[in-house]
């Protein structure tokens, strides 16, 4: 029996049989400025000539599920023939959905899952719940890990007690990549060039360009120098999709700090925008949002539990989502969670290899569990009983 683990992000899908490997597929569909009439779905994106201007259809807003058409629309073709080739009754499915989902949310997608593609069986869990059953595996000895999940809609601190989660614990903040991807778009189209149609270059120049700044005052200060003093200053070669197809940071020793450039291509100039962006991950109210950054959260969040399981959450946090792939954040992480704990606490911040598919790997050994048949529900389950035998075996 294959069992596939698809651990739907609202930004990507991140998915595969157990048994194989994972491949990451945006979660969302196309429509590219030159051929208006076409829709493109997940990884035919590649197929676009050019990717100006693209428009995206997404089926997650504020993460959650909301558009099924769209989603289903996305499934169909990852199931199908190009892609995974799904034998539906012969095939059990592990997928993820975000902590608290809606109960119509759920209940939706139990029947997309047992009556529209009838799997055989089906594991409902929380991405962060997949993250922490990898790192008790990895690491026996630990009763308590802390799951920081950093992804495109927003960051979530979850505390799990013997792959338990706490949900007293759970602490949201609604920060995520997509709001710096936006944030981004507009101080650099207020700044220099019209770029708030570009969502799709302008995440690509995030990932590049920006870093997270162990001090921000001092790189600021760095930031306002002229010419070379300036060393946090890059410029970036914006795509033109005929002989750059994708954009990228020009080497130091290329740079001209005075006057134009000789060639054509198009110049983005960052300095304090590189870290500017990923700050507000730490202090959302730099913009106006209310709320506590990452390193506050997590403290907060360990707060509200028992006393005597406080040194085992510090001493076990585990960044995943792709945030935590800025350069310098699990550093920052670190450095502010340990000034705001007591000193006879030991603070370890662990990032795993690729924090994008951690969860997915969770879900991979989950499967391979020798538990993991009693934790399902089966469509001859949820045929007798309905919707209501997954809300009570399900975790979410």
Known sequence: MATLVLDNGASTAKMGFSEEGVSILPNCQFRSRTARLKTFTANQIDEIKDPSGLYFILPFQKGYLVNWDVQRQVWDHLFGKEMYKV??????????????????????????LFEEYQFQAVYRTNAGSL???????????????L??????????????????????????????????????????????????????????????VCYVSQDFYKDMEIAQLKGEANTLMRDYVLPDFSTIKKGFCKPQEEMVFSGKYKTS????????????????????????????????????????????MHPHFYKNIVLTGGNSLLPGFRDRVYAEVRSLTPSEYDVSVMLPENPITYSWEGGKLLSENDDFMDMVVTRDD???????????????
């Open 382 to 396: 949820y045929e007798e009983n309905g919707h209501c035998v997954c809300e009570d075996k399900f975790d979410v």
């Open 147 to 208: 799951v920081v999940d950093s992804g495109y809609s927003f960051t979530h601190i979850v505390p799990y007690c013997k792959e338990k989660k706490m949900n007293e614990g759970i602490c949201r903040i609604n920060v995520g990549g997509k709001l710096l991807t936006n944030h981004l778009k507009e101080i650099i189209s207020y700044r220099q060039l019209h770029v708030m149609d570009e969502t799709h270059v302008m995440n690509q120049v995030k990932e590049d």
């Open 265 to 308: 291509e198009q110049i983005l100039r960052l300095a304090n925008e590189r870290f500017a962006v990923p700050e507000i991950l730490f202090h959302p109210s730099d913009i106006g949002i209310q709320e506590m950054g990452i390193p506050e959260a997590i403290v907060h969040s360990v707060q509200s539990l028992p006393e005597e």
């Open 87 to 112: 034998d539906f009754p012969d095939t059990n499915i592990i997928i993820t959905e975000p902590y608290f989902n809606f109960n119509s949310i759920q209940e939706s997608m139990n029947e997309i």
């Open 131 to 145: 993250s922490a059953f990898k790192y008790f595996q990895e690491n026996g000895s630990e009763l308590c890990c």
